[in-house]
């Protein structure tokens, strides 16, 4: 490997081709207005969006934007309802969900970054790991003793990957990721920078005047196709496993304790916290900040609103929110009363008084 | 040191030998039911345990498993509650706190991890630097200038411990551990990966149109005994000292602001936050994404309800919990009035409407 | 670069000269009671301040701590209110901002530790990357391809940069930070430990029945005299750039979702969250642990409270608290009412069937 060639953590790509309005119009199946030969090179954001790009609008927050005096018009995939939003354009598409629609263009005009493979030479394999083929390593990197990294995994700069640990095939960790040993991540997973998976769990029992720690030697179980964002933390478990299901996806920030069970294709958001053994199902949605207790069982398809404090079992399928966590209707009821309440009280207090209560 | 004998984070270590069924329930101080004789080598959780592990079953949410068919049964220890569960089991120990017992059958059955001592040629160490006897530094290990490293500490791959701190003996550093200049360590403490020792507080002044920095002159002291979760963080002071006392347990991505002072045997759970200056006592239970606002006073023993907005001193010895928190008995009656009173809402409109207020 | 000169993070330097209590009270325009030729050398806190050292007193709350018997006593800075507080003093500064004054005092006692520059041996520079004048840095540094960094720049062990990256001159990051591809620092730029700067938002598409990631290719914009605290995460922009205004103060464990705009000189206390697309305006306050939902505007001037859980737009120069969030003035007379009503319930409840409702 070239010195430098992938130091560091992975680029975008470059813009890789030229398409015309008319090529874009094809790839997203919209309707196309205006100039069919105007040419994209890149995206941008509607605010700086010029000639040679592509953009979108979807939501009228941001129409006042396309307004804007600019060099030339990018563009425009946008929604039916939107579509004529004044504005100069070199062309517009119109496509029901346009952010969608640019998924498909995306590829189109960005290549991902060349992916090096080879292991730095400043890279530290222990004895017994085995390192599959057309792997990179990059530098600093520790790999321990009786490791496994999978074909073609990517395990970026300073990463530390624990002994006996696994990493499965084309998994991509960004730098300064720790694999606690004990841990085991299936493929296609990818963890960005600082997360760390497999620490111990918070677990102590009070005896003789001090909290003595309860060894962990349960594991830490990532299945395939999971994504963990950044500086989250997946204990693993004390006994028993820790286990996240495949395809779910966990932001930044994120607190898994010990032998917690998650289910697949579940979105757990940035913040939130599940304390000790709590399960959550399959295709759940647990928003931002919202926490829950220890020992719990969420079921499949529940979503749990943003700092929601779910103390109890949620059935599934149902949407719960608030503190404490009720279903979200109750929860929404609730919170109106509240401040209907405090425009009421006086009144309340002086009927009461009336009353002799 | 032989190359990557110590690399990547410490293993659970291996079985380390063979007990029988009536050994165990010796070791727990149990009453045995069924084949003493009964080997285990193993610890597993009670969904997937079978011939040769031990396992335990206090809480009748999990014996449903037991229940499964499985390659022989396990050794159980067992609540005299759910002594009877339904099941195949090689023997069953019962003991009033199955979990706890567990602990004394896990040291028996797993050691640590041998715990190579050595310093890793790759660390640096700045000068007058003073490293303890047994100290083992791993990969890429930075000790700055004039720290000071106790006997038989343990510094992970890629932690770095800032000019002039301290770390005590047989303290333990995960991977990606940073301990800034002016941090002191006890003894006996472990700091799981990517935690933040002594990093600047949140101190700014407003003047001149700017908001100018505090320079952060305090220290940061970890008492014996402490153990920090990972990706935590805890500042140094501005000009008072951060300290945590001896004994105290802290879990991941907890906040520490500077100044605080934190007593002994206190338990600090995942996501906590504390402003800066607030003191906290001895023996104190903060749950999990409790949020302190600043210059408070928590007495020894409070104990703190998980999301509790906590805005006033908190008197020793009560549980408080809510937004804003109040003493635990009041919240909850707050919290069932609000859902009472949202059934109630209406009525109490049209009542105040037939008085005519 | 003499090796170990610069390992480790930055020591607040030495007491580097002494000052007498009549310069200290010239220095912060205060006024001098007792001896004015009393020499300080070094700030220390109330509780634990002697002959030799400077501290001061603003808060009756620490007003027992002068009482207590010491070694000699120090120079206090103190507010008229407090110039009386009984205790052992050499000299008496009155001030009325006397946390603020200390301001004027630390850098005259202490001088910041000497920058070393330099680049260690074992930092790893990309092909095309262009390091400025007089950068330093630290071992392990791993510098990508084509990155920028600015003059007299810091990045100090084992951080990152990414291919493409920039970094303003005279910026600082400290140990472990990875600063993504797409990202751009301005000048004098401070990042604390473990902060991810620029890692992919959280955004998916679901199709053909899995969460289809979306491409980030947006930029991440950290503007001149920004801090960044310890392990907080930053995401980069998916289409559009995420963007930190100027002078804007960020805390430890904070998340920014991708796509977030954020004013100038804003301050962003610890734990708090943004979700995508949410644009904060200049000179706000958002208090610890409150979370924005997405695609908000938060005007100018604008204040969160603590754990405030904001679902809407915020006007410019209101303040807000709460969950979920209102005006703070309707948010307090709600809570009181809550706790009003949970005392008048039981009368309630009775005057309702009193009137057969």
Not at 42 to 71: K, M, Q, W
Not at 177 to 182: L, P
Not at 285 to 311: C, E, K, N, P
């Amino acid at each position: 490997m070239i010195l430098g060639e992938s130091n560091g953590t992975t680029s975008s790509g470059e813009g890789a081709s030229t398409l015309t309005a008319a090529d874009v119009a094809a790839l997203v199946g919209g309707e196309l207005r205006g100039d069919g030969s105007a040419e994209v090179r890149s995206v941008a954001p509607i605010d700086r969006a010029a000639a040679g790009d592509v953009t979108f609008l979807a939501n009228a927050r941001y129409a006042r934007f396309l307004a804007e005096p600019r060099d030339g018009g990018p563009v425009l995939l946008v929604s039916p309802e939107l579509a004529e939003t004044p504005g100069g354009t070199a062309a517009r598409i119109v496509v029901g969900k346009p952010q969608e629609a640019m998924l498909e263009v995306l590829p189109r005009l960005y290549r991902p970054a060349s992916l090096a493979s080879g292991i730095d030479p400043t890279a530290r394999i222990g004895h017994g790991a085995r390192i599959g083929r057309a792997v990179y390593l990059g530098p600093f990197v520790v790999i321990g003793e009786g490791a496994v990294i999978g074909d073609e995994a990517r395990v970026e700069a300073h990463s530390v990957v624990g002994a006996g640990a696994q990493i499965g095939a084309r998994s991509h960790l960004y730098p300064h990721v720790t694999i606690y040993s004990g841990s085991t991540l299936g493929e296609r997973v990818i963890v960005h920078s600082g997360s760390r998976i497999g620490s111990d769990g918070f677990g102590y029992v009070f005896r003789g005047g001090v909290h003595e720690k309860i060894p962990h030697v349960g594991r830490c179980i990532i299945s395939n196709d999971v994504e963990i964002g950044a500086n989250t933390t997946i204990d693993r478990g004390s006994i028993d496993d820790t286990v996240v299901g495949v395809g779910t996806k966990i932001d930044n920030l994120v607190q898994i304790g010990h032998n917690c069970r998650i289910g697949k294709l579940s979105l757990i958001m940035a913040q939130v916290g599940l304390a000790g053994s709590t399960w959550v199902g399959d295709g759940c949605i647990i928003a931002g900040q919202a926490g829950l207790s220890g020992h719990l069982t969420i079921g499949d398809g529940a979503r749990l609103g943003a700092q929601a404090g779910v103390f109890g079992d949620v059935p599934g399928g149902e949407t719960w929110s608030g503190y404490p966590a009720r279903k979200h209707s109750e929860s929404l009821r609730a919170s109106a009363a509240l401040f209907k309440l405090s425009t009421l009280m006086k009144r309340i207090e002086k009927l009461l008084k009336d009353h002799g209560l």
